[in-house]
């Protein structure tokens, strides 16, 4: 059974500022880790995804890093912008495993 | 290029009632994934459809069942609802018989009175 601890659960970030949010998993899996953005009244929307031979991987302000040995990815929003502000969700696959694990959530708030 | 669709968007019952959802994968992909998403929560896995067979089951009753037609549409049924089944129902879709990123529709909104 794959847990995914996300953190911070909240943040508030100004205009132009860096977001960091940081996930832990337990199991070990091979496939792909992927961060959704999620709107109120929303789904959640793939925002960027990694696979695990990468350390990094950066697509426009948003940036994955990802530490295999220590179970660990986060997310980087560079140069954050009010239409940034909303729910973000890292997401896991288990070993073996089709479904993903989420975290809990981390709402963000980019103050203009 | 259209991305995976729901319907219907909300949906109110009652305690007991039996309700039916529908979902439309993105085109190009075969794999079919539903999850459960409580207010304030993450989606929870409910079960996964690929080749009209359900692959893998995550932690829900058997009120909860689901299938998968010939064109890679799925239908999620519940039985019996009972209040704490109201969530946002997200259906989410993939290619492929391996794991990949899956898109996700934007849901039902499903409310039990």
């Known amino acids: 059974q794959q847990q995914v601890k996300q953190s911070p659960q909240s943040l508030i970030v100004q205009k132009g500022g860096i977001s960091i949010i940081n996930c832990a998993y337990e199991n070990t899996a091979f496939d792909y880790f992927p961060w959704y953005q999620q709107f109120p009244g929303k789904g959640p929307a793939l925002l960027i995804a990694?696979?695990?031979?990468?350390s990094e991987k950066k697509e426009g302000r948003f940036t994955i890093s990802f530490n295999k040995s220590a179970k660990q990815f986060s997310l980087h929003i560079m140069d954050s912008q009010p239409g940034d502000s909303a729910t973000y969700f890292c997401a896991a696959p288990g070993f073996n495993d089709y479904k993903l694990s989420f975290g809990a959530g981390t709402t963000v708030t980019v103050r203009a | 290029d259209a991305g995976v669709t729901q319907s219907p968007t909300h949906l109110i019952k009652t305690r007991g009632q039996q309700v039916t959802l529908r979902c439309s994968p993105k085109?190009?992909?075969?794999?079919v994934s539903w999850y459960q998403q409580a207010l304030g929560q993450g989606p929870q896995f409910i079960f996964q459809?690929?080749?009209?067979?359900?692959?893998q089951r995550g932690n829900f009753p058997d009120r909860f069942s689901g299938h998968q037609f010939p064109n890679y549409s799925s239908e999620l049924n519940v039985n019996a609802l009972l209040l704490g089944d109201s969530a946002l129902y997200l259906c989410?879709?993939?290619?492929?018989?391996?794991?990949?990123?899956?898109?996700f529709g934007d849901g039902t909104r499903l409310s039990i009175l």
């Open positions: 085109s190009g992909h075969d794999t």
């Open positions: 459809y690929y080749e009209e067979e359900e692959r």
């Open positions: 990694i696979r695990p031979d990468v």
């Open positions: 989410a879709s993939s290619s492929g018989d391996s794991n990949q990123p899956q898109h």
